[in-house]
């Protein structure tokens, strides 16, 4: 179980290391965990000139699994576009090919008040956005800025789904919710756009693979309404690059921190790179104050999906439920009446739960 440990910037190392503790008692346990560690972000740019250095991709390349804290600083703003830490990111996911992007969405009942809906509407939230990563607007051609035949700028960018980018994805959704409550819910706009018509025309292709899961089919409109009316109707919900990119930062607000919630991006070989979803925090960097739950999660997300390894996911995740049982908190989830922590305690917390 190899796998690379790219830190990153800001509060990126630290989250990390936390998640490290984690892995290193599973591999206490018995398991093969192998860790190397790697500079990606501002700390490439620090260390070579490149936020994705070359043995950086090399080191990930090799290794079956990515653990990323996050990359990003206000000391880089200023840097030209390719050199920017932001970029490092970017590149290392189209160059692993990691096309699905998971997001779980879940609500701890003890966390429910932190959320800006009624706890009532979120308690007991469980649901996952399946993301296209590597596709949709964002990279289809042709793009850009141009003058019109009327003499003004006109910006345009294309949406673009080849069938075999929809399947493959489909498939990782379908497989998620047979591993779930199977039921999968498809979002697109398919009453406006081809693309979306051919989404639609794919995912029930793909369907006929997996008879026991329950797909249904919803707009994009539609979906962002109900996700903030009645969200624990979802249970997986598919979907494309730019409609995902906006779903999943409206859901995981359901949640009311941005410090519990990890995601994986994957290959076609489960491959995968996992990471926090937040980024790298300047203003709480360097103060031992960061919420590492979400980078544990990750890890335990790694467990699952990559190495297939259940009960060490399970064994995580209920670590991360104890410690909020017991209750602690950073920062970031304090309430009156619980006992506040930094980063390096709720992580010595989660391996004494363990
Ligand atoms: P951010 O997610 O870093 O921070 C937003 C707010 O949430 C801040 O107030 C921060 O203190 C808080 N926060 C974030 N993670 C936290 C945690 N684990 N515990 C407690 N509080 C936490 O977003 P931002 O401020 O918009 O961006 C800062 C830098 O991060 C930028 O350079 C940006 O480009 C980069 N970024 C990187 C990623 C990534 O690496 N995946 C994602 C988003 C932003």
């Known amino acids: 179980m190899k796998i690379a440990v790219l830190p990153g910037d800001g509060i990126g190392p630290e989250v990390v290391e936390q998640a490290v503790k984690v892995l290193r008692i599973l591999a206490l346990d018995g398991l093969p965990i192998e860790m190397d560690y790697a500079a990606i972000g501002g700390a490439g740019y620090d260390e070579?000139?490149?936020?994705?250095?070359?043995?950086?991709?090399?080191?990930?390349?090799?290794?079956?699994?990515?653990?990323l804290g996050a990359v990003g600083g206000p000391r880089y703003d200023a840097l030209e576009r390719p050199l920017r830490p932001e970029q490092g990111l970017l590149r290392i996911r189209k160059e692993l090919n990691l096309f699905a992007n998971l997001r779980p969405v879940r609500?701890?009942?003890?966390?429910?008040?932190?959320?800006?809906?009624?706890?009532?509407?979120?308690?007991?939230?469980d649901l996952m956005i399946v993301r296209e990563l590597t596709g949709d607007l964002y990279f289809g051609q042709p793009r850009g800025i141009h003058i019109n035949a009327d003499g003004e700028r006109e910006g345009y960018n294309t949406m673009r789904y080849a069938e075999s980018e929809v399947r493959r994805v489909a498939h990782i959704g379908f497989q998620i919710a047979?591993?779930?409550?199977?039921?999968?819910?498809?979002v697109e706009k398919a009453n406006v756009l081809e693309t979306s018509e051919l989404w639609r025309e794919v995912v029930i292709e793909t369907a006929r693979d997996y008879p026991d899961v329950a797909l249904s089919h919803m707009y994009v409109d539609n979906a962002a309404m109900q996700l903030v009316r009645h969200p624990k109707q979802f249970d997986v919900i598919l979907t494309g690059n730019i409609f995902g990119d906006i779903l999943s930062d409206e859901a995981s607000m359901l949640t009311g921190s941005i410090g519990m919630l990890g995601s994986?991006?994957?290959?076609?070989?489960?491959?995968?790179?996992?990471?926090?979803?937040?980024?790298?925090?300047?203003?709480?960097?360097?103060?031992?104050s960061a919420n590492p739950l979400a980078t544990i999660l990750s890890a335990a997300m790694m467990m699952r999906y990559t190495f297939g390894q259940d009960e060490a996911a399970d064994r995580i995740e209920r670590a991360v439920s104890t410690v909020i049982t017991q209750g602690l908190r950073t920062q970031d989830i304090h309430t009156p009446g619980h006992q506040r922590v930094g980063c390096a305690a709720m992580g010595d917390a989660v391996v004494a739960a363990l």
């Open 48 to 67: 070579v000139g490149d936020p994705l250095p070359e043995n950086t991709l090399a080191l990930a390349r090799a290794a079956d699994a990515v653990l």
């Open 107 to 125: 609500v701890y009942p003890e966390l429910a008040g932190a959320s800006t809906l009624r706890p009532e509407v979120v308690t007991g939230l």
């Open 178 to 186: 047979m591993k779930r409550s199977k039921k999968l819910c498809s």
């Open 264 to 288: 994986a991006s994957l290959d076609a070989a489960s491959k995968g790179m996992y990471e926090p979803i937040h980024g790298s925090a300047p203003d709480i960097a360097g103060q031992d």
